[in-house]
Every structure is written in C-alpha cells, then in structure tokens.
Antibody, heavy 121, light 110 residues
Framework: EVQLLESGGGLVQPGGSLRLSCVASGFTFSSYAMYWVRQAPGKGLEWVSF????????YYVDSVKGRFTISSDSFKNTLYLQMNSLRAEDTAVYYC??????????????WGQGTLVTVSS | QSALTQPASVSGSPGQSITISCTGTSSDVGGYNYVSWYQQHPGKAPKLMIYDVSSRPSGVSNRFSGSKSGNTASLTISGLQAEDEADFYC??????????FGTGTKVTVL
C-alpha cells in the first residue's frame, strides 16, 4: 500500500524558512517522479515543484523559483521542500504526491494528507 | 502556465447525470491525452478518479467517465449519489513537462 506522510509545516514569519518532509512507503521511491502541490485556504490546487526519480531533474512553478528547493533521499525514501523567503501568499496546505513516471508524470496517483504552512507576522 | 478553466459549480439530483468541463490550450489539454480528474472532499486530500482522459484506477466506480474533444476535457458522473458531493479538479500534462490543474468545480447533490 502506497503511503505518503508529510511533516514540517507550521507558522512562520514573512521572510522566514521552513523545510517540509514527505516519507514514502509501499513503492520503489527512486522509480517515480515526486511532486509538491499546494492549496491555499479556500482555493484550488497548484503544482509547486517536482523532482525526477533519479533526483537529477527538478522543476518549479515561476512564483517559487529561486526561493524553494526540492530534493530527495532515496535511501530514506524521503522527499523534501526547502522553502526560503516565505511570503504571505505561500500560505497553504502542501501535499506530497507520487507521479506515474520516472522523469515526469502524466498525472499523480497518490497523495499525502498534507501539511499546513502559515506565513504571518 | 494558466490554470485550466472549469465551471465554479455544477449541481444535480440523485440519479441524474452531470458533466464538468475543463478547457485548456493546445499546449496542455489539446496536445496530449494526459488529462486526469481528482475528487476532493472537505478537509481531505484529493483522490484520483480518471487518468489519461478516460481510464479509471482500480476501485473507482464506473459511474465516473472521462472524454476529450480538442482543448476541452469532460468528466461525467452518472447516477449521481450524495457521496459524490465534493470538489473536482482536472489536470493536464503540459508542453513544459509540468502539470497544470483546473480552477475546480463544486458538485452539489440537490
């Protein structure tokens, strides 16, 4: 059974940093691209970043480029999202999701339960 | 990359069929047969309902079906049930190798 468990969310001041983690189980972690998707309160889903199964290829939505860094550790089956220079508009539930391809995916098929990031003074 | 366009809300009575549209461009919906649909109940994570335009994951009811014509994809829910009341999001693979989601549709069962 595929399981994705996020952690690391919380309240942070504007300009601050947080690192999100997502521990994966139930599949061969290095064989699939992994995604971070966020959802602002009362809003829709927004793809944020993804990393290939090898960890060599990373992609970001324009609004987080230069501020967020995605990484993965295949030995720990863990996905990370380092978030720096946080802004109020980054406030959202952040979901970890499994892709269906090794390099890029046509869709994501499993989601974690999400972790809430609140950026506020 | 702009979000795909969905109607804000769709409603129907139990037993009826409803259809949700999802409009993109030739760089996403129209360019690939990689449209997926997700159901999200309040406070819960999204759940994959349809992938690759019209395929259903194991365990998803055959009351859910998908199709595509040009730059517009559609999700049809037949035999509407109370448990179908939720938000639905479409998603598409894009020419940038990324994913884009739709604006979301709230389905109400009257």
């Amino acid at each position: 059974e595929v399981q994705l468990l996020e952690s690391g969310g919380g309240l942070v001041q504007p300009g601050g940093s947080l690192r999100l983690s997502c521990v994966a189980s139930g599949f061969t972690f290095s064989s699939y691209a992994m995604y971070w998707v966020r959802q602002a309160p009362g809003k829709g889903l927004e793809w944020v970043s993804f990393i290939s199964g090898s960890g060599f290829n990373t992609y970001y939505v324009d609004s987080v480029k230069g501020r967020f860094t995605i990484s993965s550790d295949s030995f720990k089956n863990t996905l990370y999202l380092q978030m720096n220079s946080l802004r109020a508009e980054d406030t959202a539930v952040y979901y970890c999701a499994k892709g269906t391809g090794r390099v890029a995916a046509s869709h994501v098929d499993f989601w974690g339960q999400g972790t809430l990031v609140t950026v506020s003074s | 990359q702009s979000a795909l366009t969905q109607p804000a809300s769709v409603s129907g009575s139990p037993g009826q069929s409803i259809t949700i549209s999802c409009t993109g461009t030739s760089s996403d919906v129209g360019g690939y047969n990689y449209v997926s649909w997700y159901q999200q109940h309040p406070g819960k994570a999204p759940k994959l309902m349809i992938y690759d335009v019209s395929s259903r994951p194991s365990g998803v009811s055959n009351r859910f079906s998908g199709s595509k014509s040009g730059n517009t994809a559609s999700l049809t829910i037949s035999g509407l049930q109370a448990e179908d009341e939720a938000d639905f999001y479409c998603s598409s693979y894009t020419s940038s190798s990324t994913l884009v989601f739709g604006t979301g549709t709230k389905v109400t069962v009257l």
